[in-house]
């Protein structure tokens, strides 16, 4: 009797251990998906911000302010990657978001580049005007560059693009020069013929006063 009670005893004990042993358990696993869902939202919460902030910069209208607001993104996706409790998500939305605004004024001022590039044979034959209006755009164009120069271009990127926008301007200026000094040379036979024929007439007046005199 007392043996069976013994039994029933013991098997109580490790029932109740049992139970205390699966119920920390499952309270620690319920604690530990509580803390993983609230760092799940924390990131959600901080990847709606990011595409929330990123939509109002695309839909600036002024370059000069779009391109501040990228620069600012820029700077909080540094600071962003040093903090201890960073994400891989969000780093990964900050790097597509600044990819795609750089991209923006990449794509702009390389059509701002073909649309003001000529070939040898248009610039042969291209009129003054508007050769000047294509330099005009170069230069235009490479005062752009130097205000994104240390947030849209590497270094690398920024001295391929520069040369090639100079070389494009240099040829330009030359050709430019050369028609000024065509013009020039095409000028004087015209005024030397208009000096003849204004001594011409000043002789046959004086031939004309000196036959009425005589």
Partial sequence: MKRRKLVL???AVVVVIAALIFGVARHNKTQAEQAIQARNAKVDQTLTAIRAQH??????????????????LETRSEAYS???DRKQPVIALYKELINKEKAYFTDKNQKSLKKNKLTDDQLKDIKK???QAKLAGLNALTDVLNTQRDIVYTDKNFKTLSTEIQHLSERYAERLRQM????????????SSNTASESQSQQDQTDQSASAIC
């Fill in 55 to 72: 939509k109002k910069n695309v839909a600036l209208k002024d370059d000069a302010k779009r391109l501040q607001a990228l620069a600012n």
């Fill in 82 to 84: 040093l903090r201890a």
């Fill in 9 to 11: 005893i013991s098997l």
């Fill in 180 to 191: 000024t000094q065509d013009e020039g040379q095409a000028s004087q036979p015209a005024e």
């Fill in 129 to 131: 005007k508007d050769l």
